[in-house]
């Protein structure tokens, strides 16, 4: 562990932490874009309601033969027509109508359901990115106190006479370094934690650091075709399909609006002149000289074979996506592996050596700050693997839908 082979620092002030479940609970609660995906999705609710929906009847009135010459001079002539219409449709338009209302609805709870994993998953690399500055931090108070102590050993040998001020010199221009240091990875540090709490809209993070296990050891990968199959059934894969679905439903549409309409009516008709009255009906339809909508209905062919291509080449570029994490993690699992097992111990032990030659005389400043550069920069190696490590572990949780913890 990072830890446990770790130089103890100065002791931090206390700090205001989070877990990495309190940060996805926070997300999923207060994340604005998730509240107007709700909303979206609503909203496709309601139209599908609206599209079953019938058209409504039309009431109209008629005057006729008012204010005009002669015998149909004034009022006396005038005849009132009083009728309703109802426009029928034909060829199933209401039907397909509501079909496309609901693959729209089924698309905006796909994508409902890719922005929460978009969500997670960056919440995750956004908490991920903390930790990895919270290690960074401590390496750098570790290397601090590292460059102060060797600077007292160098002052101590200079008043003993072993060593010219040279070496304290250098050790005072290492320890300022290694301050300047600190002080960047602390903004970093504090930037990373920025971003994360602008994930779920707070402006003004309430917290300083994140707790969990950073360095904790990966479990075993699972097999590669039990990966490939989860990943079938990513949100995003789902979504484009249902996408797909939606285009296959408006060809249906326009097909259906190749079919002209028929409007009823029918009504009473007054006549002033008699007080008589009389019974009135029509029935109406568009003529289809000057089109016939084949260019609507071969539009929405181009566009669901365009959607099916697309969800074609989605499902092979993250099953791709898969196949070269799957690859990665394995490299880098093996890495981290021997870098905590093999290099890390090595580089303790000549740092360890080096110092107690140091303070004996027996090797000079310039050895000691080879050996603690070494250390260091394995350790900052050490957390950049675990680093890319999780976050790859991330990424394929993602796209296989499999807990980011137990891959």
Same mark, same amino acid.
């Given at each position: ?58 009431? $109209? ?66 908490? %991920? ?36 001020? /040279? ?21 970093? $540090? ?46 995003? /894969? %789902? ?84 196949? $070269? ?55 900052? $190696? ?26």
């Amino acid at each position: 562990m990072l830890c446990a082979f770790a130089l103890q620092a100065a002791e931090p002030g206390a700090t205001r932490t989070l877990t990495i479940e309190e940060c996805l609970r926070r997300v999923t609660e207060r994340s604005p874009e998730l509240k107007s995906g709700t909303l979206k999705t609503e909203s496709a609710e309601r139209r599908t309601n609206q599209a079953a929906r019938r058209i409504n009847p039309r009431l $109209q009135t008629e005057v006729e033969n008012v204010a005009g010459s002669g015998a149909v001079e004034g009022v006396d002539a005038a005849e009132t027509t009083v009728a309703v219409s109802q426009e029928l449709e034909l060829g199933g338009k209401r039907r397909h109508r509501t079909a496309v209302a609901e693959a729209e609805m089924a698309v905006s709870r796909a994508e409902q359901a890719v922005r929460l994993r978009t969500a997670l998953y960056e919440t995750r690399c956004a908490a %991920l990115a903390v930790q990895s500055a919270q290690e960074k931090t401590r390496l750098a108070e570790e290397a601090l106190a590292l460059t102060r102590e060797t600077e007292s050993v160098a002052e101590a040998r200079v008043k003993a006479g072993k060593a010219t001020a /040279l070496e304290t010199e250098r050790a005072r221009a290492e320890t300022a370094k290694a301050e300047i240091e600190l002080e960047v990875m602390k903004a970093v $540090q504090r930037d990373a934690v920025r971003g994360l709490a602008l994930l779920w809209g707070e402006a003004e993070p309430s917290f300083d650091a994140v707790t969990g296990l950073f360095d904790a050891e990966t479990a075993s990968l699972q097999p590669l075709d039990a990966l490939l199959l989860k990943a079938s059934s990513n949100p995003e /894969l %789902l979504a484009a399909e249902a996408q797909t679905r939606t285009y296959e439903a408006r060809i249906g549409a326009e097909r259906a609006a190749r079919v002209s309409n028929v409007e009823l009516s029918a009504g009473v008709r007054r006549f002033e002149e008699g007080g008589d009255f009389g019974f009135v009906a029509g029935a109406g339809i568009e003529l289809p000289f000057h089109t016939r909508n084949m260019d609507g209905v071969r539009a929405a062919e181009a566009e669901a074979e365009a959607a099916r291509l697309d969800a074609i080449a989605a499902r092979l570029k993250s099953e791709g996506r898969v196949r $070269q994490l799957y690859a990665r993690l394995g490299t880098l699992v093996a890495k981290t592996a021997r870098l905590k097992g093999t290099v890390m111990p090595l580089a303790e032990r000549t740092l360890a050596l080096v110092r107690e030659a140091h303070k004996q005389g027996k090797a000079g400043y310039l050895d000691v700050l080879e050996a603690r550069r070494s250390l260091v920069e394995t350790r900052l $190696q050490l957390i950049e693997t675990v680093t890319e490590c999780r976050g790859m572990s991330i990424d394929l949780g993602r796209l296989t839908g499999t807990d980011f913890s137990t891959l």
